[in-house]
């Protein structure tokens, strides 16, 4: 994904939610000076892998949904997924968060050499400060959703679950399998619902750029509003 292809869509979520995207850029900056360069090739594994990308859906807990992750070859957990499936005894590859749930498992996963994908934002700058600090910098990936600059990345993405997916096809995943997304889950929060709406888009354009087609969309496709995704192109 290269930043003039997430821009304009970028953009789009920026109009929709009223973001800003100087908070956005303040926050990676500061990410930056909390962190050095992210060794790559910890997460060498994921090129040419299946890729499960778990949500934190309540769906994640049965049995089909575990066996799935479990017959992976790496798994990538998306926020308290990571949680989920550690306590089913499966083993998390790589934790993609902003932070904004379980601190306490980002600290103890970079203690015990998994990567944790740490996203900046302009609404999480006060955990960035208390938590990044606490855990140890080789496991921390540094990205951000707006541009790239010095060693934090961007590979695409908006939530903790559809940034999972960008990464490991930043990463070069052969397939991925996602398991515990439920788009339409009543209980989540009207801003938490609109942010579902946009993973669904994302992911149905990084099928598309993938040539592809994710199981997780499977009777969604034709309801998909796809605004400014270059869907096709």
């Known amino acids: 994904m290269e930043f003039d292809d997430w821009d304009p869509v970028y953009e789009a979520i920026l109009q929709d939610f009223g973001f800003d995207r100087a908070e956005d850029e303040r926050a990676r900056d500061l990410l930056a000076s909390l962190t050095d360069?992210?060794?790559?090739?910890?997460?060498?594994?994921?090129?040419g892998a299946r890729v499960a990308v778990a949500g934190a859906g309540p769906s994640l807990t049965g049995d089909?949904?575990?066996?799935?992750?479990?017959?992976?070859?790496?798994?990538f957990a998306a926020s308290t997924a990571a949680d989920v499936l550690r306590d089913r005894g499966l083993e998390?590859?790589?934790?993609?968060?902003?932070?904004?749930?379980?601190p306490e498992t980002v600290r103890?996963?970079?203690?015990?050499?998994?990567?944790?994908?740490?996203h900046a934002h302009g609404d999480n700058v006060p955990a960035l400060r208390s938590v990044v600090p606490d855990c140890v910098d080789a496991f921390v990936l540094p990205t951000t959703q707006a541009a790239p600059a010095d060693h934090v990345v961007n590979p695409g993405g908006f939530t903790d679950g559809d940034r999972a997916a960008f990464l490991a096809d930043w990463l070069g995943a052969a397939d991925l399998v996602f398991v515990g997304w439920d788009f339409d889950d009543p209980d989540v929060s009207p801003?938490?619902?609109?942010?579902?709406?946009?993973?669904?888009?994302?992911?149905?354009?990084?099928?598309s750029r993938r040539e592809e087609r994710f199981g997780v969309l499977d009777g969604r496709r034709d309801g998909i509003e796809t605004g400014p995704l270059p869907v096709g192109e």
């Not at 360069?37 to 090129?47: E, G, H, I, K, Y």
């Not at 998390?92 to 379980?102: A, G, R």
Request: glycine content about 2%.
């Open 64 to 75: 089909a949904e575990l066996e799935r992750a479990e017959n992976a070859d790496v798994v």
């Open 37 to 47: 360069p992210f060794d790559v090739d910890r997460l060498s594994a994921v090129d």
């Open 92 to 102: 998390v590859d790589c934790l993609i968060t902003d932070l904004d749930k379980n």
């Open 191 to 207: 801003i938490k619902a609109r942010k579902l709406e946009w993973a669904e888009r994302l992911l149905y354009w990084l099928e």
């Open 108 to 118: 103890r996963l970079t203690r015990e050499g998994v990567p944790v994908a740490v």
